[in-house]
């Protein structure tokens, strides 16, 4: 494990990130969907022509862009054109609700956003209109909406702009007419020190959380995490992990833009389709979730299919058969949050020494640690479990609209709610979370958003969530309800009803209705036993959830 960070040789802004990449890789393949194919050569073009469109239309130092579109170069090139020129990018979620869009555009207080029209049958315009009153009686360019008080502009890809919307190809040609001698001296006012992006976490609370994440932090984590990976130039990576997370985004983006990588992109995940896309693409690395990798084996043209060029990535079930006997000895996990742009706790590939077993790795060179007792605030010996403190070069600003008294210590250490402990040689090891965040599928969901909605319904007097253990998924969210006297309801009706406020991976896959609160557990205090209503759960659909 290496004990000193590696930071790249360059000032570490967007730009520099962009058009370092285009003069090391050129026309090297970068990201591909489908038939649109980039090299970096070419994304670092299209980024800049966008970014004078931008500049001509008054986005400039730290104006908040929304980006909201799937992955691929159209992600890719919007999110260089916003922050090459200092404009701070809201990574917003594609699979986010009418209910859950509306809180972000207000909360980031966006000024202007890029969306696709559609995407896997949604159609975001429409979207839009539900989740802005009156935003389809206004002119473009000129938004003027009480529920988005900043909003002023919309541009769209891949569909027929609105009154209200323009053309991202238009905003594009405004470029066009700017010298390019103006963008440089725009970037020149960039610096590591700015923030970049918006990455919105659901985090340990049912408010919405968007880490501030800088330039530098951006731009040195991928590359400090690169020298304990093996990515090369002649890779081709494939992941289906959203851009709008930092698994996608720090790690797998970035990082591959560093080593000089290739991306491979698909408009949505299917096991027979994506089986086709790693074979026909030779894929070299896989980046995504287990359940995803059961999927793929489990398919019935697996056996069939030409994976041979498949070496490495954290998909273990895909590698050929004389590397997954390799793959099963001990090697360490690792440890991230959207608020350190992924993996704060690392190792390398080596295999781990005996009674290391369950090990997180180091902490990443450059990223400080503690284990502190939650009650005293007292710093714990080695092998104590407390809970996770740290601070360091990738650790976020801070969190969008919350002060840095509520969010950092005096002296800078970030509360990260995990539980783990450090042993003597420097291994973390996690054992869970200090609070109740469920993750399903790798996707993080927060117990209380869901009850709310569920609380929401006129039938439904008080909601509990929480995750039960699922051999392939991590966890599942489930739920109980209670309801009002002489109220009735069904599960699949309140399932789909959810369904229509929420992500889909939010939705609780089995919802257990009791006909009033009186068939809860309760303790003597008179609140909820949520500890023994979770058991019930647990025990009612812990072998029955599909």
Same mark, same amino acid.
């Given at each position: 494990?290496?004990?000193?960070?590696?930071?790249?040789?360059?000032?570490?802004?967007?730009?520099?990130?962009?058009? +370092?990449?285009?003069?090391?890789?050129?026309?090297?393949?970068?990201?591909?969907l489908?038939?649109?194919?980039?090299?970096?050569?070419?994304?670092?073009?299209?980024?800049?022509?966008?970014?004078?469109?931008?500049?001509?239309?008054?986005v400039?130092k730290?104006?908040?862009v929304?980006?909201?579109?799937?992955?691929?170069?159209?992600?890719?090139?919007?999110?260089?054109a916003?922050?090459?020129?200092?404009?701070?990018?809201?990574? &917003?979620?594609t699979?986010?609700?009418?209910?859950?869009?509306?809180?972000? !555009?207000?909360?980031?207080?966006?000024?202007?956003?890029?969306?696709?029209? =559609?995407?896997?049958?949604?159609?975001?315009?429409?979207?839009? @209109?539900?989740?802005?009153?009156?935003?389809?009686?206004?002119?473009?360019?000129?938004?003027? &909406? +009480?529920?988005?008080?900043?909003?002023?502009?919309?541009?769209?890809?891949?569909?027929?702009?609105?009154?209200?919307?323009?053309?991202?190809?238009?905003?594009?040609?405004?470029?066009?007419?700017?010298?390019?001698?103006?963008?440089?001296?725009a970037?020149a006012?960039?610096?590591?020190?700015?923030?970049?992006?918006?990455?919105?976490?659901?985090?340990?609370?049912?408010?919405?959380?968007?880490?501030?994440?800088?330039?530098?932090?951006?731009?040195?984590?991928?590359?400090?995490?690169?020298?304990?990976?093996? &990515?090369?130039?002649?890779?081709?990576?494939?992941?289906?992990?959203?851009?709008?997370?930092?698994?996608?985004?720090?790690?797998?983006?970035?990082?591959?833009?560093?080593?000089?990588?290739?991306?491979?992109?698909?408009?949505?995940?299917?096991?027979?389709?994506?089986?086709?896309?790693?074979?026909?693409?030779r894929?070299?690395?896989?980046?995504g979730?287990?359940?995803?990798?059961?999927?793929?084996?489990?398919?019935?043209?697996?056996?069939a299919?030409?994976?041979?060029?498949?070496?490495?990535?954290?998909?273990?079930?895909?590698?050929?058969?004389?590397?997954?006997?390799?793959?099963?000895?001990?090697?360490?996990?690792?440890?991230?949050?959207?608020?350190?742009?992924?993996?704060?706790?690392?190792?390398?590939?080596?295999?781990?020494?005996?009674?290391?077993?369950? =090990?997180?790795?180091?902490?990443?060179p450059?990223? @400080?640690?503690?284990?502190?007792?939650?009650v005293?605030?007292?710093?714990?010996?080695?092998?104590?479990?407390?809970?996770?403190?740290?601070?360091?070069?990738? &650790?976020?600003?801070? !969190?969008?609209?919350r002060?840095?008294?509520?969010?950092?210590?005096?002296?800078?250490?970030?509360?990260?709610?995990?539980?783990?402990?450090?042993?003597?040689?420097?291994?973390?090891?996690?054992?869970?979370?200090?609070?109740?965040?469920?993750?399903?599928?790798?996707?993080?969901?927060?117990?209380?958003?869901?009850?709310?909605?569920?609380?929401?319904?006129? @039938?439904?007097?008080?909601?509990?969530v929480?995750g039960?253990?699922?051999?392939?998924?991590?966890?599942?969210?489930?739920?109980?309800?209670?309801?009002?006297?002489?109220?009735?309801?069904?599960?699949?009706?309140?399932?789909?009803?959810?369904?229509?406020?929420?992500?889909?991976?939010?939705?609780?896959?089995?919802?257990?209705?009791?006909?009033?609160?009186?068939?809860?557990?309760?303790?003597?205090?008179?609140?909820?036993?949520?500890?023994?209503?979770?058991?019930?759960?647990e025990?009612?659909?812990?072998?029955?959830?599909?």
């Open positions: 494990m290496p004990r000193t960070t590696h930071f790249p040789d360059y000032t570490p802004t967007s730009g520099n990130l962009v058009r +370092e990449c285009a003069r090391r890789w050129g026309d090297h393949p970068f990201v591909t489908g038939d649109d194919r980039l090299s970096y050569a070419e994304v670092e073009e299209r980024s800049a022509r966008l970014a004078r469109g931008l500049l001509v239309s008054g400039g730290g104006t908040r929304g980006l909201l579109a799937p992955n691929g170069p159209d992600w890719v090139v919007g999110w260089f916003i922050t090459r020129i200092g404009g701070v990018a809201v990574l &917003l979620n699979y986010s609700k009418t209910p859950e869009l509306r809180r972000a !555009l207000r909360h980031s207080d966006q000024a202007v956003l890029l969306t696709v029209g =559609s995407h896997l049958g949604n159609d975001y315009l429409d979207r839009l @209109e539900q989740a802005a009153p009156g935003l389809a009686g206004q002119p473009h360019e000129h938004l003027l &909406l +009480e529920s988005h008080p900043f909003l002023r502009s919309v541009w769209t890809w891949g569909a027929e702009p609105r009154p209200w919307c323009g053309a991202l190809g238009d905003l594009a040609a405004r470029g066009d007419a700017v010298p390019g001698s103006l963008l440089a001296e970037e006012e960039v610096h590591p020190a700015d923030p970049m992006v918006v990455v919105y976490s659901s985090g340990s609370t049912a408010d919405p959380k968007g880490a501030v994440h800088s330039h530098g932090a951006v731009v040195r984590h991928a590359h400090n995490l690169g020298q304990m990976r093996d &990515l090369r130039p002649d890779d081709v990576l494939y992941t289906p992990m959203p851009l709008f997370w930092v698994g996608g985004f720090s790690f797998t983006l970035v990082g591959a833009m560093h080593a000089g990588a290739a991306l491979v992109f698909e408009e949505r995940f299917e096991p027979g389709a994506t089986l086709e896309l790693l074979e026909r693409e894929v070299t690395q896989v980046l979730w287990p359940h995803m990798a059961k999927a793929l084996v489990d398919h019935p043209t697996f056996a299919r030409d994976l041979s060029s498949i070496r490495a990535g954290s998909m273990a079930a895909l590698l050929p058969q004389h590397l997954q006997a390799d793959a099963d000895v001990p090697t360490a996990n690792s440890l991230g949050m959207t608020e350190t742009l992924g993996p704060h706790t690392f190792d390398t590939r080596d295999e781990l020494p005996p009674g290391k077993e369950g =090990s997180f790795g180091f902490s990443v450059g990223v @400080e640690h503690r284990i502190v007792d939650p005293t605030g007292e710093e714990l010996p080695a092998g104590e479990v407390g809970e996770l403190w740290l601070r360091g070069y990738s &650790l976020m600003l801070g !969190l969008h609209k002060e840095r008294a509520e969010t950092f210590t005096a002296d800078g250490w970030y509360r990260t709610g995990d539980a783990g402990r450090f042993d003597e040689d420097g291994h973390f090891y996690f054992t869970g979370r200090m609070g109740d965040l469920i993750k399903s599928s790798g996707m993080n969901v927060t117990p209380r958003e869901v009850e709310e909605v569920l609380e929401e319904m006129d @039938e439904v007097v008080m909601a509990f929480t039960i253990e699922h051999p392939d998924r991590g966890q599942d969210v489930v739920a109980a309800v209670a309801l009002r006297p002489g109220e009735t309801l069904d599960e699949e009706s309140a399932r789909a009803r959810v369904k229509e406020e929420l992500a889909s991976y939010k939705v609780p896959r089995r919802i257990a209705v009791f006909g009033d609160q009186t068939e809860l557990p309760w303790l003597d205090s008179g609140k909820v036993d949520r500890r023994r209503l979770a058991l019930l759960l025990q009612r659909f812990g072998t029955d959830s599909p």
